[in-house]
């Protein structure tokens, strides 16, 4: 069974940066593709970057790119989302999410694609 454990969120100004971590275990960590999603209040929640099972191909939701930087290091098990130039429209809760079958651009930008989720990290960005 696989168990996806966030950390790192928190509260930060305007332009200030945060990277949070999300932890993988039950299963072989390089046969999943990783993401974050978000969830802001009253919003549904939405695409913010892809990784292969490799981490040689990320993908970016527009409203992220060039300030958001997924990476994962596969002999820890950890996937990690560097945030840069935080603004307040970042403000909502983080997940992570895996899935091992292999991912498109159309697939992962779809929540109920991914089959194994966190519990999710606040992060509050305030102006």
């Known amino acids: 069974q696989v168990q996806l454990i966030e950390s790192g969120g928190g509260l930060v100004q305007a332009g200030d940066s945060l990277r949070l971590s999300c932890t993988f275990s039950g299963r072989t960590f390089s046969s999943y593709s990783m993401s974050w999603f978000r969830q802001a209040p009253g919003k549904e929640r939405e695409f913010a970057a892809a990784?292969?099972?490799?981490?040689?191909?990320?993908y970016y939701a527009d409203s992220v790119k060039g300030r958001f930087t997924i990476s994962r290091d596969n002999a820890k098990n950890t996937v990690y989302l560097q945030m840069n130039s935080l603004k307040p429209e970042d403000t909502a809760v983080y997940y992570c999410?895996?899935?091992?079958?292999?991912?498109?651009?159309?697939?992962?930008?779809?929540?109920?694609?991914?089959?194994?989720w966190g519990q999710g990290t606040q992060v509050t960005v305030s102006s």
């Open positions: 999410a895996a899935e091992p079958r292999p991912i498109t651009t159309a697939t992962m930008k779809v929540a109920p694609f991914w089959n194994y």
């Open positions: 990784i292969t099972y490799s981490g040689k191909t990320t």
